[in-house]
């Protein structure tokens, strides 16, 4: 039998787990693992995911050399290999497993590993180029950009970090430009029509938002038959009175820059022919640029800045969203894509490097050198001051990465000023606008060096006689 040969016990390191792995969950948000695909869980262990994925409508089924070794291997849409490559000892064998998962995979591979920063609770001897634990099973721990280099070598196709330590390797060019595109500029949703006249308000509003008329191709199909008795002059008429001449400008500056974005960071992964960008991003560049060339030469340049201390230092003090701290800027998730394009191009380019974390609150981008972190605030909604529970940061110099949990630390850091991190017309602005206000007044921020964790921020509310309560400071009664 197959396990016999292995020097580490790899069946142990199979954990039943309630919900969808990290990596599977990642590929359904991601839309790459959808109802009816068929998915193929190469080293499933003990299936968990498989039956997960069977009860949202996916072909899943799954083979494992221990737990499942007489399932039949066939090629699917998608392929999981999910913590596989970090529990196999012999650098060969580990290889050639890539390669296996590689040869099913009809769309996308989704290729997961533990990483380096979990190196505090794998304790073990070391092994050829990994550690044996007392269990006797053996764990290779990634680096971010090392698991996603080693995809990128075994399958020979540019990867993309789709979170940390997991890497999508595509089938073809077209499948991951346009997962690329949509990462980038998510498409924005249509309005609902059910009739002539509301389809023609849909397509009015998509004109007034991207700057251009959609080609039918692009329209949701439901819209595309209530349209189908209007000529195209006739449609691009009614458009044309219709809309709001100043709203399609904005919309084309948008497109413009958002396609920028997407070919500069294309050029960071490796620059693919035009005819295998997604049809709206090529429809976005005829109306938009003179040529591909154009576009291709103004991205270019867009990535050269982000290399420039002075622009980059430039476009975070003319930022209209963000805190700019001595060493960064700070921006919230939901204000992420009100940020000058090169900033945006900024945290891209690290997330399509290492990997955005899933839970994410607040972005950090270095202005002295490049590095990007993602911070969580879980309760950065309901907490007037929320308490960091980790950090993820990538390195875009040298790609090293390194995650720090904040989870048993007995006096966290923690937010003041929230609002300062969000768009001023962000619905929360204004009521965390006014606790700041108040804060200031009771003389909470006299001493900033001593407010940024929470027993320092608790001596300080006791200091001035206050409390909070939800979003509101009160005076402090004492008996
Ligand atoms: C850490 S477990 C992960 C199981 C499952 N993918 C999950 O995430 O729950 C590693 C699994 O890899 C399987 N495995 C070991 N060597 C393998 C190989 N050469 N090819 C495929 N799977 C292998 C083991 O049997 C074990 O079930």
Not at 265 to 284: A, C, H, I, M
Request: glycine content about 6%; overall charge neutral; proline content about 5%.
């Amino acid at each position: 039998m197959l396990q016999r040969a292995w020097s580490s016990d790899r069946r142990l390191t199979a954990i039943s787990r309630g919900g969808l792995s990290a990596p599977a969950r990642q590929a359904v948000v991601d839309r790459q693992v959808t109802p009816g695909c068929s998915v193929l869980d190469y080293g499933c262990g003990r299936g968990d995911d498989v039956r997960a994925l069977q009860h949202l409508d996916c072909q899943a089924v799954g083979w494992d050399p221990f737990y499942k070794p007489d399932a039949k291997l066939e090629p699917a849409d998608v392929v999981l290999l999910t913590y596989v490559l970090n529990v196999i000892e012999d650098p060969n064998e580990r290889r050639k497993t890539l390669k296996g998962a590689w040869d099913l995979t009809g769309t996308v591979l989704v290729a997961s590993a533990r990483l380096t920063w979990e190196k505090s609770k794998v304790k073990g001897e070391t092994f050829g180029d990994g550690l044996l634990t007392s269990r006797q099973t053996f764990q290779h721990l990634f680096k971010a950009s090392e698991l996603r280099d080693y995809v990128q070598e075994v399958t020979g196709v540019r990867t993309v970090s789709a979170a940390p330590g997991v890497v999508y390797a595509f089938k073809d060019e077209t499948a991951r430009l346009s997962y690329l595109a949509q990462r980038i500029v998510p498409d924005a949703q249509w309005l609902a029509s059910e009739d002539t006249t509301s389809a023609i308000a849909a397509v009015v509003d998509h004109v007034e938002r991207r700057g251009r008329v959609p080609r039918m191709e692009e329209v949701p199909q439901p819209m595309a038959e209530l349209l189908r008795h209007l000529r195209p002059s006739e449609l691009s008429r009614l458009v044309r009175d219709s809309a709001d001449q100043n709203k399609v400008e904005e919309g084309a500056k948008r497109s413009t820059l958002n396609t920028l974005l997407f070919l500069a960071v294309e050029l960071f992964n490796g620059r693919g022919p035009f005819n295998s960008l997604p049809l709206n991003v090529q429809l976005d560049v005829r109306a938009f640029f003179s040529s591909y060339k154009e576009a291709c030469q103004r991205s270019d340049r867009l990535l050269l800045k982000l290399r420039d201390d002075a622009y980059i230092r430039g476009a975070m003090n003319a930022s209209a969203v963000g805190k700019l701290t001595p060493t960064a800027l700070y921006v919230h998730q939901r204000a992420l894509d009100r940020l000058p394009t090169v900033l945006r191009l900024y945290e891209h380019c690290a997330s399509i490097a290492a990997g955005r974390p899933q839970e994410w609150t607040l972005a950090k981008l270095r202005h002295q050198g490049r590095a990007v972190s993602w911070l969580d605030y879980p309760d950065f909604d309901t907490d007037p001051h929320p308490r960091t529970l980790s950090s993820y940061q990538v390195d875009l110099k040298t790609l090293e990465t390194s995650f720090t949990s904040y989870a048993d630390s007995q006096n966290r850091p923690l937010l003041h000023r929230k609002h300062e991190f969000l768009a001023a017309d962000d619905p929360d602005a204004e009521r965390y606008q006014r606790l700041t206000a108040a804060e200031v007044k009771a003389g909470l921020y006299e001493h900033p060096h001593l407010i940024g964790t929470e027993n320092g921020w608790e001596a300080e509310l006791i200091r001035c006689g206050r409390e909070l309560r939800g979003h509101r400071l009160v005076r402090r009664y004492t008996e």
